[in-house]
T-cell receptor
């Protein structure tokens, strides 16, 4: 059973370009979460999605960032017009459907975004 | 605002000893607490979950305690091994969906 798959593992973008990060959850999981990890900082929640729905995006910057989890295909975190401060590791996690609070999160190995 | 504190300094211990890591929190009443392990360049891996009405949880060489009065969790690894060397993260959550709040982690180094 494949785990959470993220790609690319490393992404380099120049300032002003767009970055697209993809995440395929574990088989059978319908809940996807995106977290950002800056050097020397903890993981910060960004957004929680279910298929075709954004449930909570309270951790997403108001501008330039968007996320989706379509009916078919992976979840996408999109960063438009990247700036150097967007350089970080972006982790996706998934969990199965059902009551929350009992399920651990299954994380992918992240996409390391570098903005030059 | 919610704050989670983990010792930012690395913990160095000798193989065979018990490692104890601390997680303190303020301005929060979590329904549960989770511990994760993170290796360099990898995503966190779930280890243990403990609920607010539980005092202690064990899994093989791992033990977690949760004191909601002190607002503290202790994470113990007994008979530590060099392979246990990693960064350990605590995370707090509410009932409802998994919007976990993570600490910055403590790096554990186990020397042979």
């Amino acid at each position: 059973n494949a785990g959470v798959m993220q790609n690319p593992r490393h992404l380099v973008r120049r300032r002003g370009q767009e970055a697209r990060l993809r995440c395929s959850p574990m088989k059978g999981h319908s809940h996807v979460y995106w977290y950002r990890q800056l050097p020397e900082e903890g993981l910060k929640f960004m957004v929680y999605l279910q298929k075709e729905n954004i449930i909570d995006e309270s951790g997403m910057p108001k501008e330039r960032f968007s996320a989706e989890f379509p009916k078919e295909g992976p979840s996408i975190l999109r960063i438009q017009q990247v700036v150097r401060g967007d350089s970080a590791a972006y982790f996706c996690a998934s969990s199965p459907p059902g009551p929350r609070g009992n399920s651990p999160l299954h994380f992918g190995n992240g996409t390391r975004l570098t903005v030059t | 605002s919610q704050k989670i504190e983990q010792n930012s300094e690395a913990l160095n211990i000798q193989e065979g000893k018990t490692a104890t890591l601390t997680c303190n929190y303020t301005n929060y009443s979590p329904a549960y607490l989770q511990w994760y392990r993170q290796d360099p360049g990898r995503g966190p891996v779930f280890l243990l979950l403990i609920r607010e009405n539980e005092k202690e949880k064990r899994k093989e060489r791992l033990k977690v305690t949760f004191d909601t009065t002190l607002k503290q969790s202790l994470f113990h690894i007994t008979a530590s091994q060099p392979a246990d060397s990693a960064t350990y993260l605590c995370a707090l959550g509410d009932t409802g969906f998994q919007k976990l709040v993570f600490g910055t982690g403590t790096r554990l180094l186990v020397s042979p």
